[in-house]
Structure formats: C-alpha cells, structure tokens
Nanobody, 112 residues
Framework: QVQLVESGGGLVQAGGSLRLSCAAS????????MGWYRQAPGKQRELVAN???????NYADSVKGRFTISRDNAKNTVYLQMNNLKPDDTAVYYC??????WGQGTQVTVSS
C-alpha cells in the first residue's frame, strides 16, 4: 500500500504563498484521483482540490483562482500551490490517494 508524506506547511502572513508537496512511497501512475483535503479546528475535513490521472482538476469554491493542484507522476509527487492565502485557509492539510489513503498532514497557519 502506498504511503504519503506531506511537507511544505508553515506560518505565513495573509496574502503570502506556500507550496505543499505530497511524496508517495511508490508510483502513483495507477492511482487516478489524488487530492488535498484540509481540516480546521472544530470543523470537518473538506476537499480542497483533486486531480485525475489525465490531468483534470476540481477545486473547492473557496480556493478557486488562488490554489493550483498538480502532479508529477515521474517523481511520485502531488503539489498544491497556494497563493493569496487568507486566515480562513488555516488548517491541517492532508494528501489523499484514491479516496482511501491518507498522509499524516501538514499544518498551514495564515496570520492576519
């Protein structure tokens, strides 16, 4: 079973940018949907963005135009470029593979 390790989280001021990475322990070519989710304190985990093997993407309305998901199958890695960050984006961000495999999460904190 593939294992996922997220990195790239941290503390940033509102309006800043971060790029999250999700490194898989084996090839992700056979995994159709890779996604990023987030969970803020006291809230349910929610989909941020996902990307299919063919490259089609889907975004939560709250991040459209600010976040970009991409995947590099040769590097077994999925990315989430986050621009114009807002305090409401503060959460633990989780990588997901095929809707069933989760990483350990990386904290993103956006200060106002």
């Amino acid at each position: 079973q593939v294992q996922l390790v997220e990195s790239g989280g941290g503390l940033v001021q509102a309006g800043g940018s971060l790029r999250l990475s999700c490194a898989a322990s084996r090839s992700i070519r056979s995994i159709n949907i890779m996604g990023w989710y987030r969970q803020a304190p006291g809230k349910q985990r929610e989909l941020v963005a996902n990307i299919a093997g063919g490259g089609s993407t889907n975004y939560a309305d709250s991040v459209k135009g600010r976040f970009t998901i991409s995947r590099d199958n040769a590097k077994n890695t999925v990315y989430l470029q986050m621009n114009n960050l807002k305090p409401d984006d503060t959460a633990v961000y989780y990588c997901n593979a095929a809707a069933v495999i989760w990483g350990q999460g990386t904290q993103v904190t956006v200060s106002s």
